[in-house]
């Protein structure tokens, strides 16, 4: 198939590109800087840029990209730079794509499962679970909306509200890693909050699952099907590290820090993979601790 890639450079995206080389696609990156390769393509989201010319005939399209949310303090000029980087990417591509002679089958765009907001508690959040409140959801809902030329144009749209990806290469668990190296690690805040996970090589297999399998479309949350407390996940990964986990962060200690973008550690998101389950979809790594297995071994191997 001949794919094309937005957000390539990033986390799942490199990962993305690899897996789908080695399967033998043909994989087009979008690029907002110089082209390295005779198949990047040039587009400049910002300013609403890309030939779409280029973007004719091929067959499935995949939105990764975002500006890192947890990167920086949530201050109202970073929020306009973590919505812009995922609304106008999006919305230009599937406009862009729309208007395109020879359409693509599919487009697969990035969202989270922060579209159910930080206050859901125990509740079990399937595709159904309506959308929550709070920076996050609003931005996860808009950023969905923004596919819907797209859709308007028959091309199928998969919305992936991603949990956690657990990679040693970057994101949270790369950030966690030498905190509970040092025998710092413990859980924070109540500890009872939930937390939506999948491995690197999951994000990776429902990405390509959901380019070849015709029958999904709409939400799916790519989340592993055994979602745990904050206390849990806090003690699985000291037990795959052999460390103590006895420290503890208190929640005020980490808003007083953190502010409003605490919510990525102290809010509870227990979203269940309901969609993937019910179509067949075989998780690499349901359970954690294989999860962690493989992101460690995979610090080890590099
Ligand atoms: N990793 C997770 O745990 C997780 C969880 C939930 C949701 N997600 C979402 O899934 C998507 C991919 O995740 P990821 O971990 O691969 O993200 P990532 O490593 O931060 O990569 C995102 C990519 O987005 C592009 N980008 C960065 N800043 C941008 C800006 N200001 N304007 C336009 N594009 C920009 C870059 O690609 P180019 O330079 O190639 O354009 C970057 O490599 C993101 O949208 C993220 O929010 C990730």
């Given at each position: 198939m001949r794919i094309l890639i937005a957000g390539a450079s990033g986390l799942i995206g490199t990962a993305l590109v690899q897996f789908l080389g080695a399967m033998g696609h043909e994989i087009h990156r979008l690029v907002r800087g110089p082209a390295m390769e005779d198949t990047d393509i040039p587009w400049d989201p910002a300013a609403g840029g890309v030939a779409r010319s280029r973007l004719e005939g091929f067959e499935a399209a995949v939105c990764l990209s975002?500006?890192?949310?947890?990167?920086?303090?949530?201050t109202p000029a970073r929020k306009e730079v973590l919505r812009s980087s995922r609304l106008d990417t999006a919305g230009l591509l599937a406009s862009a794509l729309a208007g395109c002679r020879d359409r693509p089958e599919c487009f697969v765009c990035a969202s989270a499962t922060g579209f159910y907001g930080?206050?859901?508690?125990a509740e079990v959040l399937t595709e159904d679970s309506p959308a929550g409140v709070g920076f996050l959801a609003r931005l996860c809902a808009d950023w969905e909306a923004a596919s819907l030329p797209a859709q308007q144009a028959g091309i199928r749209v998969a919305h992936l509200r991603l949990g956690i990806v657990l990679t040693a290469k970057g994101g949270a668990l790369k950030r966690m890693l030498p905190v509970f190296r040092a025998g710092l690690g413990g859980k924070l805040g109540s500890g009872r909050q939930f937390v939506s996970w999948l491995s690197l090589d999951d994000a990776v297999g429902i990405v390509d699952y959901l380019i070849q399998t015709e029958s999904i479309g709409g939400p799916v949350n790519a989340v592993a099907p055994h979602p745990l407390t904050n206390a849990e996940f806090s003690r699985a990964l000291g037990r795959s590290l052999h460390r103590p986990t006895i420290m503890r962060v208190p929640g005020f200690g980490l808003k007083a820090a953190?502010?409003?973008?605490?919510e990525l550690l102290l809010g509870s998101s227990r979203a269940y993979p309901r969609r993937l389950e019910a179509s067949g979809y075989q998780f690499r790594h349901p359970k954690l601790a294989g999860a962690l297995g493989a992101a460690l071994a995979e610090r080890q191997a590099n």
């Open positions: 975002g500006a890192g949310i947890a990167d920086e303090r949530w930080a206050d859901r508690g953190m502010g409003e973008m605490s």
